[in-house]
């Protein structure tokens, strides 16, 4: 009863943030394509003070924070559902966790050396 309804509740968690990951992600990009298309000639300068906006950098995080989950919850799925020998798929999903983690904190370092609050 309550383990199955546990993993039940679990899986559906994972469902849940993975859909809604991928539509933050596509909304962000579809933004992110119109800014670009509207605004002519980008210099590394106007991407600058574009990320130093506040509210620009808080949509990037969650745009690399919902790649990070989407990521993960894929390929942890994937692994659990083909990859048999334990040992094997922990050592992977450590390395996958390790990988997906050093990537954020690199995002958050950037947005942090850009953003003016």
């Given amino acids: 009863g309550d383990v199955a309804m546990t993993f039940r509740a679990s899986g559906m968690r ?3 943030l993975q859909r809604l990951s991928s539509v933050y992600m596509v909304a962000f990009i579809v933004a992110a394509l119109l800014w670009y298309a509207m605004s002519g000639t980008i210099t590394y300068t106007a ?3 574009l990320l130093a906006n506040p509210v620009i950098a808080v949509a ?3 745009f690399f924070s919902s790649i990070l989950i989407h990521a993960w919850i894929g390929m942890r799925d994937v692994l659990i559902d ?3 020998i334990m040992g094997v798929r922990l050592v992977l999903l450590l390395g996958i966790a390790v990988f997906l983690i050093a990537m954020g904190i ?3 370092f950037i947005l942090i ?3 003016k609050i």
Avoid: D, G, I, K
């Fill in 106 to 108: 690199w995002v958050a």
């Fill in 113 to 115: 050396s850009v953003v």
């Fill in 60 to 62: 990037v995080a969650l």
């Fill in 82 to 84: 083909y990859m048999p």
């Fill in 47 to 49: 991407w600058r003070e």
């Fill in 14 to 16: 994972a469902w849940l």
